[in-house]
């Protein structure tokens, strides 16, 4: 048995009891005995250049060590790859190093990848209709929202949707990868965190049509075709209106349910996704999702709030999922104290979550990796 596993053991019925009398004061749902036995603990990390496996075993270890039970490394940046195919530019291929020495050390990996963007120059060249377009006709190829990289693409688009299944597929076929974790798997935000938006110099009260997609050409055939309504020309303020805004989480749900779940259970894979708490404003309808698991992105400094905010949209993801898929907590490691770690850690299980995934392994101080440990252990 593993020490890790053993701690978690002998101090499981100690803290179920504690845990229980939380959630009867907390959740209005029935109260569930959190079993802390079969809870997994999870990382981000990003790819390192030039490590060799040994390198990554030694670079992983700290991450076994604390008790993290599986590794979400970034494989696809919506620019270059870092594993081997006939798909994607190709950077290094840091995954054939990295996964072997992350199963040697016994966590799971999974390969995290971004969905929708796609900064690819040659895509960019050669495709241009695959990109979305915003409410006032512009495509994010011209006028991205926020930052460069922002060129999210069409998910209507058949083309667009054989892109992405084929990066899905191009890692699904990887024997030694464990699942696949989706990232940016949403439109642009049409609405930023409230603590972001003084970064860009912008106040979004409601929904403006400069920061709202997918309007190309594409979509508005089909949203037509299906009502009758042309969104731009013939709605005065689309955004409001409630069939075009469930024709946009429609699409992201169908290219998920329908397109990218079925490629990774071709092969056997798991697969997730990080998802935002304020799923409306990315046109992220998860709960409605076939996915293994959800890594809900709760970085409560972005929304200006405390850390029982974390507890509160677990529970809330917890209780809106349409099938019993565990949620991980995200948590954003950088601005929280070892203390709020602690805090933030067990909000996450008071509201349901069946583990925690920090944000991200390069902003872990020695400290914060004790703090990880010992409530990993604990």
């Known amino acids: 048995m593993k020490k890790r596993q053993f701690l978690k053991t002998l101090g499981h019925s100690a803290l179920a009891l504690a845990v229980t009398d939380v959630l009867l004061e907390a959740c209005s749902r029935p109260q569930q005995q959190i079993n802390r036995n079969q809870l997994k603990s999870w990382i981000w990390i990003r790819p ?115 892109f992405i299944r084929k990066n899905v597929s191009a890692l699904a076929r990887i024997p030694e990868i464990d699942g696949i974790h989706l990232d940016y798997v949403r439109l642009p935000d049409v609405i930023l965190a409230e603590a972001l938006q003084p970064k860009y110099d912008i106040v979004q009260d409601r929904e ?47 290219l998920v349910n329908d397109i990218l779940v079925p490629e990774a259970k071709k092969y056997d894979k798991q697969i997730s996704a990080a998802v935002f708490p304020n799923w409306q404003s990315v046109r992220q309808q998860w709960h409605r999702w076939d996915l293994d698991a959800f890594y809900p992105m709760l970085y409560n400094n972005f929304y200006n709030e405390n850390i029982d905010w974390i507890r509160k949209q677990t529970q809330s993801g917890v209780d809106a ?39 991200d392994y390069g902003a872990i101080s020695d400290q914060k990796w004790k703090t990880i440990s010992k409530l990993i252990s604990s």
């Open 48 to 162: 390192i250049e030039g490590l060799s496996k040994d390198g990554w075993k030694d670079k992983l270890a700290k991450a076994s060590d604390a008790g993290i039970d599986g590794i979400l490394m970034e494989v696809y940046n919506s620019t270059w790859s870092f594993f081997e195919n006939e798909h994607l530019p190709l950077k290094e291929d840091i995954l054939a190093k990295a996964a072997p020495a992350c199963h040697e050390l016994g966590m799971e990996f999974h390969a995290w990848m971004w969905t929708m963007p796609c900064n690819i120059p040659a895509v960019i060249e050669n495709h241009p209709h695959w990109y979305a377009v915003n409410g006032l006709d512009e495509s994010v190829l011209d006028k991205p929202a926020y930052v460069d990289y922002y060129r999210f693409l069409c998910p209507r688009h058949p083309e667009v949707q054989d």
């Open 208 to 254: 403006y049509p400069q920061y709202d997609y997918c309007y190309s050409a594409y979509c508005r055939n089909i949203f037509k075709e299906e009502t009758g309504i042309d969104p731009l020309a013939d709605l005065a303020n689309p955004s409001s209106n409630d069939a075009w805004r469930q024709f946009r989480f429609d699409s992201i749900t169908l």
């Open 321 to 359: 999922l349409k099938n019993n898929a565990p949620i991980f907590s995200g948590v954003y490691v950088s601005e929280l104290s070892a203390e709020q770690l602690e805090k933030a850690y067990q909000a996450a299980i008071d509201g349901g979550a069946k583990g925690v995934s920090f944000f």
